[in-house]
């Protein structure tokens, strides 16, 4: 059984994630060996999923910009990883060790949050409305 390193199920919705990208998540999340390594291709993923290559790649993209994903290789060569700070691990002690070593690097890289969008409201643009 793999041990998770954060509560990302709970801050999904910050992230504005697609509902394609959230399954391909879950999907990686699945098939990911300890550490976070995913032997798949974006191609199996979505065999297993049936979203078709086009969203297959927005969802693997937005992913990857988020930081959730990582992806090494160019090409049709791209091997993926789950973001060390999500990962699952084996057991703590290499929980510990692969945080040492993201430490000693500067830290995992890290998940963005896409920031506030909408403009708050002008000052005195609205009244208030006393409720009884």
């Keep these: 059984m ?4 954060t509560g990302l199920m709970g801050m999904l919705h910050e992230l504005e ?18 550490g976070g390594a995913v032997d798949m291709k974006q191609a199996e993923i979505d065999e297993v999923l049936g979203v078709g290559q ?12 988020r930081g959730l994903v990582l992806r090494s290789g160019n090409g049709r060569g791209h091997r993926y990883a789950l973001n060390p700070a999500i990962a ?3 057991s703590e002690d290499e929980f510990k060790s692969e945080m040492s070593k993201q430490l000693a690097v500067g830290g995992p890289p890290p998940i963005l949050v896409p920031e506030y969008q909408k403009r708050p409201p002008k000052p005195g643009s609205g009244s208030l409305h006393a409720v009884a």
């Design 2 to 5: 793999l041990m998770t390193t």
């Design 54 to 65: 086009a969203s297959m790649s927005r969802a693997m993209a937005l992913l990857v910009e």
């Design 88 to 90: 699952g691990y084996s």
């Design 17 to 34: 994630l697609t509902p394609t990208a959230i399954n391909v998540l879950s999907v990686m999340v699945k098939y990911a060996e300890p």
